[in-house]
């Protein structure tokens, strides 16, 4: 491998990208949704790239599409993002990595030699978690914690169940455990993605290096006061469960000014829920991350004992119902200083960054496997919509930045 | 009239409500929606009753149904109320009136003359507003102030406009104007009803005289705030749109508290409205009710600046939409002086309350006609619900004080 030689083409990603967009996306945005037409057509076109090249492509039993390009030793560096994106979403959410890492193929293959070891690109089957309601299901079955029976029965919105729309695109889902395997004997795992955040703009930065995955704990919670009349209950004889509710949203924000991290409250539902009642039961959808597992422990203690103490100076009941419940994932300390050198290299600037939302990377660094991801810059921090962007320039770098990265692992 | 012998007979008028619930309710509660058939059916049995009185029946053009007992003079004392229901409503809301007003004639009827004033019993058409979401709609047509060509349009949630639902009873919506005169020459206006809130519970007395109702001012306050996610998006980066409308909630809390009155925010919509996302935009439901105007307008001001202030300290934008809007209606001060004379003498303690619920009797006051109401304790508080409920002597009572109040009004 001729290292000094290797360049990517910045010019030919984007260009692949408007070509994606452009066959998969309509005036409300890109519609990738996994297990449906417009994603089997994204991944023909994924093809249709590939075939240029010297490499081997094949399903997995998750659905998971692992090219590979043969090196001198046959373990491997996996490059992977995925092409699914939600329903009206964006032009670079998940493709991004996908098309960047067919660049960085092109690259390697277009180097004198085999490259030391076998590089694989991994598009992941459903990271959205759009049509079924399961995000990162590639990933899971890959990893060996997906339960295929759970799987099965679940519903899209037109009750069409996991394991009719599956099998439509090949996928038998009681054999979807036997895609595990897949990372076995990989060196490393990298991934590129933009940021869905507003931090890199906030600070003038196009990169960073992801440190890992925030944990979360979600749940929902729910007052129950008691319904009243809004004109004929005097102040100091209600029971107002949608105080309480918000009250919590409030406490929930202190606490993360507390313990960092980020917590939310994204909807408030209150019953009766009219202008002229007041609200005999209200939930709370709560979220709260954190980077380290105590101070994320800390923060969901310190809003069970808020609600309670809500609770009590309002005269309601308290109850907690789980949504989700990760935890914090970090990602591979050597490959993060690789990862922060190379970032360092390009901008001036060293910025490492855990990540808010999840990525099908967690699961792979959880699993074992020395992993890291880079971020470029999203414009005004918008994801999940056709308004996402990034300018070409930091489309550029980052492509430059994982390509390096990838031959500083392959050299390694 | 020979005074001394007229007592009304309580356990005639709960055996009426008895028999009307099992004609008119299904095991959800009472069904009897205005223009349904199940209303229509409430009304026969209301002309079964009234069959045996010397009385003459008559529909207005707005549905409004007046039942006269001749008295000596044409000038009219009226006792009001309505049949109608919401649907899955209580045993007592609007019909006690309306079969108290019954027992009352019925009393009037067996006196050995001629009361010294006519008596008129009208049962308002469309107290509830439950079908077309217009309340009040029988009183604001025999009050003069309503818009035939606006009701025409109304639709319900089957999409059959307000013209048609009414023609199936009787009532062309273009001449529902000609309602008006049916309180000429009225020298007052009585209502019994049940409180519909908890005061009278909390004080352990059954009676209370109304001083008039509370005005309200009602809007739909919206915060737009910058949607994003909540894993990504640090929380100094945030305008959480949610957060500026669980703080609103709170603030019209504290303005009851300093102004008097209640305050109440019964909904709150988010968007998107998820768990794993910052509300970029969120809507409060805000009612404001008091029985004094500059009071309700301080009251109301304070929330404008309050929001003013969220909306500036949380970096969101903020807009009121009017919903409802109605001044405070005192009712008639002989008349609340006669009524709590009255109530004094049966409970030994006079109570005066103003109503935060809004009743066909304001628009007779507001009309100018003498007006006055009279409460009997609901139990817990409720209403609108198949849980209401008002122990039998508390309703024996009731009767009672209407019917002395009558016999006062006429003699005087």
């Given amino acids: 491998m001729s290292v000094p030689a290797l ?139 997906l339960d295929p029976a759970f799987v099965a029965e679940l519903r899209d919105a037109g009750g069409v169940t996991a394991r009719e729309a599956l099998a439509g695109h090949g996928v038998d889902v009681t054999r979807m455990p036997e895609a595990r395997g897949g990372l076995d004997g990989a060196i490393g795992y990298l991934e590129l993605h ?14 960073a290096v992801v440190s890992g995955t925030y944990g979360a704990e979600r749940w929902a919670v729910r007052f129950t006061g008691q319904a009243a009349h809004a004109g004929s209950t005097p102040m100091d004889l209600r029971r107002d469960a949608l105080l309480a509710a918000s009250r919590l949203a409030l406490a929930v924000r202190e606490l993360a000014g507390a313990h960092g991290g980020v917590g939310t ?38 809003a069970v004992a808020a609600a309670d103490a809500i609770a009590a100076e309002e005269r309601v009941e308290v109850e907690w119902s789980p949504l989700f419940q990760i935890h914090p994932i970090p990602f591979d300390a050597g490959l993060i200083d690789a990862a922060a050198a190379i970032v360092e290299e390009l901008q001036g600037v060293d910025v490492r960054l855990p990540s808010g939302p999840l990525h099908d990377a967690a699961w ?37 930045a994982l390509a390096r990265l990838a031959v500083t692992v392959l050299s390694g």
Same sequence: chains 1, 2.
């Fill in 194 to 207: 933009i940021e869905q955040g507003p931090v890199l703009e906030s600070r003038g930065l196009p990169l």
């Fill in 7 to 145: 360049r990517p083409d910045p010019a030919r990603l984007i260009s692949d990208l408007r070509r994606l967009a452009s066959l998969t996306a309509t005036d409300a945005g890109a519609q990738r949704v996994a297990w449906t037409d417009t994603w089997a057509a994204a991944r023909e076109f994924e093809r249709e790239l590939l075939g240029e090249l010297p490499v081997t492509i094949e399903l997995d039993a998750a659905g998971n599409m692992w090219t590979t390009l043969a090196g001198e030793r046959p373990e491997a560096l996996v490059i992977g993002s995925h092409i699914d994106s939600v329903p009206d979403g964006g032009w670079l959410d998940g493709c991004l990595g996908v098309l960047a890492g067919i660049e960085v193929l092109r690259m390697l293959a277009a180097a004198s030699g085999p490259p030391p070891f076998t590089v694989r690109l991994v598009d992941w089957a459903d990271e959205e978690g759009a049509r079924f309601g399961l995000s990162l299901m590639g990933s899971m079955a890959a990893t060996g914690r």
């Fill in 265 to 302: 409250v994204g909807r408030i539902t209150a019953e009766p829920g009219i202008v002229t009642a007041v609200a005999g039961l209200a939930t709370a959808l709560v979220d709260q991350r954190h980077n380290d597992a105590g101070a994320l422990a800390a923060a969901h203690a310190g």
């Fill in 364 to 400: 792979v660094a959880d699993s074992g496997v020395p992993t890291v991801m880079l971020f470029v810059r999203s414009k005004r921090g918008l994801s999940h919509t056709r308004e996402e962007d990034t300018d070409e320039p930091d489309l550029a770098l980052g492509l430059r």
